[in-house]
């Protein structure tokens, strides 16, 4: 794709085989499923653009061969669904992301994920079903404060986290089915919701 191009339109390479994709220098962020369900795609390149600032709701959704990303340090967001269903088994978040969307990593092969500081917001279900997340890091952000409903619901591997002391808020079913033998609950949280720790 030539860097003149500064917008490509709603699942334009949904469900195709091409393998490889550079992202052009012209574009700012990925859309709505641009790649949704490239079931082929194993590399994505992005150019060194410090305009380009987000990955789309459903952006990668069911690329089931791609297993890792580098996302750029200007990345500011994360859209719903962005990367559910694929295969990444290991991705870095940069500083840069101040916020993931609902359902971003859902059903992921991760096995381990650090969500930086800079993060404040980590939607419904951000990392929902990811059976072979093993260990996970939340942001120590004042401006974080809910672990919202299904965060980590049905990561069964998942044996240990640290809960921040900006966290007021733990949503319903947010660790659920995960594998903990002890939980650190700081005096900070007011609130724990329906099957949390179930």
Excluded: H, M, W
């Excluded at 952006?59 to 990303?69: E, N, R």
């Excluded at 990367?83 to 991705?91: D, E, P």
């Excluded at 919202?148 to 079913?173: A, E, M, Q, R």
Aim: aromatic share 12%; hydrophobic share 35%; proline share 5%.
């Amino acid at each position: 794709i030539p860097d003149s191009v500064t917008s490509i339109g709603y699942y334009v390479f949904n469900s195709c085989g091409v393998t490889s994709i550079t992202i052009p220098y012209g574009l700012t962020s990925i859309g709505f499923g641009t790649f949704a369900y490239a079931a082929a795609l194993e590399n994505v390149t992005f150019s060194n653009n410090p305009n380009f600032i987000g990955i789309g709701q459903e952006a990668f959704i069911g690329c089931t061969s791609l297993t890792s990303i580098t996302i750029p340090d200007s990345v500011t967001s994360i859209g719903n669904a962005a990367f559910s269903y694929s295969g990444l088994t290991s991705v870095i978040i940069p500083d840069s992301v101040t916020s993931i969307g609902n359902e971003a990593f859902r059903d992921c092969s991760l096995t381990s994920v650090i969500i930086p500081n800079s993060v404040s917001t980590v939607g419904i279900g951000a990392f929902q079903n990811c059976t072979d997340l093993a260990s996970a890091t939340l942001p120590n952000n004042v401006g974080f404060t809910d672990i919202k409903n299904y965060l980590f619901y049905k990561c069964t591997s998942l044996s240990s986290v640290t809960i921040p002391n900006s966290v007021t808020y733990i949503g319903n079913s947010a660790f659920q089915n995960c594998d903990f033998t002890s939980i650190t609950i700081p005096d900070s949280v007011s609130t724990i919701k329906l099957r949390a720790f179930q």
